[in-house]
């Protein structure tokens, strides 16, 4: 029997790349996003992953054409830029909305029917960003960690059950994330942060442009769904984005932010 399968973020980037590769394997499909999704093999489930009742809407209706739910791709997210102290709130609780709320939301309405199946598997994306601070994208970090730390937490809270959880964090991914996500315009920012600001900003944006493909994070999460059993964690990037996870936690603080502050300027 074909394996059931739920991606969301599947209008862009990794979603959309992922998507049609587990329809092409001989998953049933379901991509859910805001906007419908039109990709091969694969049904459109739209709906805002910041709105519980729109999840748990858009998987009841997964659950009932399919009856069963056996894995859930998480890609949806959104970044967002902007110094904490003049970035608006509201623009910074969007982020954590999206990001977090809206993973906590997947969890409550598929873990249900993932508990059903013989091999659940539950993958999380969130960011090398999610393991350290960023200038300037703060919000973005927090949201990030915030979902590797719920990805941890599901992992014990799941012992004993046919589910695993893995919590994926990608370096650069060559998509158009930086184009959609809210910036907040450099003239609005104090002098002291202006010039670091625009400099870290254009650094982030030529590093997401030459980052990896989705294609190549796409293929992992599918190799990574499959095995028999699932870190905690993967690390998706080019080797010196993977060694600075560690490095974040064995360096002293000072040697840390001399090399972070380089790499954003
Ligand atoms: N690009 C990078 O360099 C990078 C690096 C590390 C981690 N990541 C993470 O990897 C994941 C995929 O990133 P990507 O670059 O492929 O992003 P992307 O191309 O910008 O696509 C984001 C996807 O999330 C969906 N989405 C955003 N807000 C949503 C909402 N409120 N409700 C439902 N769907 C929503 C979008 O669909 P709609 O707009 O149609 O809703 C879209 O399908 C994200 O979690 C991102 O944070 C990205």
Not at 35 to 63: K, M, N, Q, W, Y
Not at 133 to 156: E, H, M, N, T, W
């Amino acid at each position: 029997m074909s394996q059931v399968a739920l991606v969301t973020g599947a209008s862009s980037g990794v979603g959309e790349a992922l998507a049609p590769r587990l329809a092409a394997a001989g998953w049933r499909v379901y991509g859910l996003s805001r906007r419908s999704v039109e990709l091969t093999g694969v049904t459109s489930l739209p709906a805002d992953i910041s709105d519980a009742e729109a999840v748990s809407r858009a998987v009841r209706e997964l659950v009932e054409r399919e009856g069963r739910l056996d894995a859930v791709f998480h890609c949806a997210g959104v970044g967002g830029a902007g110094a904490v102290e003049t970035m608006p709130t509201e623009r910074a609780k969007q982020v954590m909305e999206t990001n977090f709320w809206g993973s906590w939301n997947l969890c409550q309405a598929t873990l249900p029917h993932l508990r059903q199946s013989p091999r659940g598997r539950l993958l999380l994306v969130s960011s090398i960003a999610g393991h350290m601070g960023i200038p300037f994208r703060s919000a973005y970090c927090a949201s990030k960690a915030a979902v590797i730390a719920l990805s941890d937490s599901l992992r014990l809270e799941l012992q004993g059950s046919s589910v695993q959880v893995s919590c994926v964090s990608p370096g650069d991914i060559a998509t158009n994330s930086i184009a959609t996500q809210y910036r907040q315009p450099a003239s609005e920012l104090d002098p002291l942060y202006r010039e670091r600001y625009r400099r870290a900003d254009d650094a982030m944006a030529q590093n997401v442009d030459h980052g990896m493909t989705a294609a190549h994070v796409a293929d992992r999460m599918i190799t990574i769904a499959v095995r028999d059993s699932l870190a905690p964690h993967y690390v998706i990037g080019e080797p010196l984005q993977k060694i600075s996870t560690i490095a974040r936690r064995i360096l002293p603080a000072s040697a840390w932010e001399w090399v972070l502050g380089r790499y954003y300027s």
